[in-house]
């Protein structure tokens, strides 16, 4: 009850500054995911088109999947420094293999029925990218990019150790007072619902 109590007060009394740290970090989480959406959409097209080399790239990804978030982070200020362009930065890196993954397997996966159509009405494969393959493999990408976003929220509160701000700043304070339970869920209940509602909304748009 007392932990209750604790965190209503804190809400009560540093609301702007919650909503404030909240607005930065769904935008670090959203930038991330952005930046990496650019690069990695058409990466994933080219290797459904070229499969040779989607083990080098997949490789690729992988290894930076396996980089714990705190050293990525470390590495990476050493280069860009302080601040969210870091975070936006390692959040860019780890967003890149879900999407690439499922653009990759979406485009491969685009029943040959319909492409055979697309060719036989004279279509360019330009065309047949934009009206055909991609639509029909916008769901799977979809789903890579929302596996990118609830992934880049969770780590995003890493970047506060970093200077990055964001609901992690929060937590980070609960645990530096004594008896801080009420701070710390003070800044993790706003990341859960962060995480699910941005789920919840990626995944209504792509089964709409």
Do not use: C
């Not at 607005?23 to 990466?43: E, N, Q």
Request: aromatic share 12%.
């Amino acid at each position: 009850m007392e932990t209750l109590v604790e965190l209503w007060n804190y809400y009560a009394q540093n609301y702007a500054y919650v909503w404030e740290e909240f607005y930065r970090h769904f935008l670090m989480s959203a930038y991330g995911v952005l930046f990496a959406a650019i690069v990695a959409i058409p990466v994933g097209i080219f290797i459904a088109r070229n499969a040779h080399l989607s083990k080098w790239v997949f490789s690729f990804t992988n290894v930076i999947q396996t980089i714990p978030a705190l050293a990525m982070l470390a590495v990476l200020m050493l280069v860009l420094g302080l601040g969210p362009n870091t975070v936006v930065a390692a959040l860019f890196l780890y967003s890149l293999l879900p999407i690439v993954r499922n653009t990759y397997t979406g485009i491969r996966n685009v029943d040959q029925a319909f492409i055979e159509s697309g060719r036989g009405m004279g279509m360019t494969k330009f065309q047949l990218l934009r009206m055909v393959e991609f639509p029909l493999a916008l769901s799977v990408i979809m789903a890579g990019l929302r596996t990118a976003l609830v992934i880049s929220i969770s780590i995003a509160t890493i970047g506060a150790f970093i200077g990055g701000g964001g609901l992690g700043t929060i937590i980070i304070r609960g645990t530096n007072v004594s008896d801080g339970t009420g701070i710390i869920l003070a800044g993790a209940i706003p990341t859960a619902l962060m995480a699910v509602v941005a789920d919840l909304g990626l995944g209504w748009i792509e089964n709409d």
